[in-house]
């Protein structure tokens, strides 16, 4: 099975358009590629994003847009199961930002969540947030950097099926019109 763990960052609170996006792939329980890039959202920047993110939006005024990144971005993320550390929302950013540039993909896509997996494998824990469970695990963490926190997800779930964590369970739909997880599970 391959695995597509990937994170964005977002320029404002619609979170309609990304500021930057990794994508760690898994294969055979390891990470193989790493792919991250800045991205030109093309839309106003939020004090509070830019505090979290550190991206300013003369970082990305040369950087491309997600319509010229979608030529390399689709089939990447076409070919293996999307992941993301609290996914619904990675997945309603890629969503909103196709619908906003007028990009058809596919209606649903199967996805896991890390965070959800974190919730049963560490129960112990305060929280399920990426850098908590990074922390716990030993796991480096550069945090809302998109290429940090992809890679970070791609161990975490590399370390969750090395103790046999089932993921199947923790499959589910995204509905990329309805923006929402859709009822059933995929299983693989």
Known sequence: MRYL??????????????????VAVVEDGRIVREFATLVNPETHFDRFN??????????????PNFPALWARLGPLLDSGLLVAHNAPFDMSVLAKCLAAYGIAWRPTVAYACTC??????LPQLPNHKLNTVCQYLGIPLDHHRAGSDSR??????????????????FVRQYDMARLRTAGGRRTF
């Open 116 to 121: 959800r997996l974190s919730r049963r494998m």
């Open 50 to 63: 830019i505090g979290l993110t550190g991206i300013h939006p003369r970082m990305v005024a040369d950087q």
């Open 5 to 22: 763990a990937f994170d964005v960052e977002t320029p404002n609170c619609a979170n309609d358009r990304m500021s930057a996006i990794g």
């Open 152 to 169: 970070a997800c791609a161990e975490i779930l590399c370390r969750y099926l090395e103790n046999g964590a089932p993921l199947a369970p």
